[in-house]
């Protein structure tokens, strides 16, 4: 874990405010129990207020014991207050659309709840990867393919420079479980199919280190857009 507990510690360094609340967005999932641990360990030394929202989709048998299971270990882990959201994921735009936007307001309604200033997302760079080579596939332009912020507004992504691997390898050292989401190997949502058929055979026939690319190619696709709209605004000022 220590690896993960140092980048935690220089997002803080660069990110954080010790005057505002964090809360761990927390699936049960290896990515975000990492970010969990990391936080709970980091946050004391750090000045930091830090507890966790607990977000239950309702979509699979046994996801509410599964939501009081997370809860109860992250609070032994000190992080508090810990919350649980049950949402009803609706059918508007696709199940996985659908399900990330009954999240966002869970993380909204938990802030609001408990005056935190801040959601920690564990959106790794395999996610990075995955957002940008379905972005590329829907044929977005600069602004799709600059994929996710370390930091949005209220939203921050610690670990998005970080592979999943060296998460899960991070928990098995630390002496970690956690619970794998059946959804995420589930060839009914395209994210799925991305990662687990997609993402491998551009490895075994391109070479490794195609989501290091593609993370890059978000980094400087970002980097120009940051570039275009400060000239944008600086030339609406004249």
Known sequence: MADVRRIVREWAAEHADS???YLVAVSGGGDSLALAWAIAQEAPGLGLAAGAVVVDHQLQEGSTQRSHDAAERLSGWG??????????????????????????????EAMKETGAGGILLAHTKDDQAETVLLGMARGSGPSGLKGMAESDGAFHRPLLGTSRDTLRQALVDAGVDWWEDPHNSDERFTRSRVREAIMPLLERELGPGV??????????FRQDSEALDAIAASACET
């Open 19 to 21: 005057s505002t609340r």
């Open 79 to 108: 992080l508090g207050p810990v919350i649980i959201k049950q949402v009803e994921v609706g059918s508007s735009g696709g199940p996985e659309d659908a399900a990330r936007t009954a999240r966002y307001q869970a993380f909204s």
């Open 211 to 220: 989501a290091d690319s593609l993370a890059r190619t978000a980094a400087l």
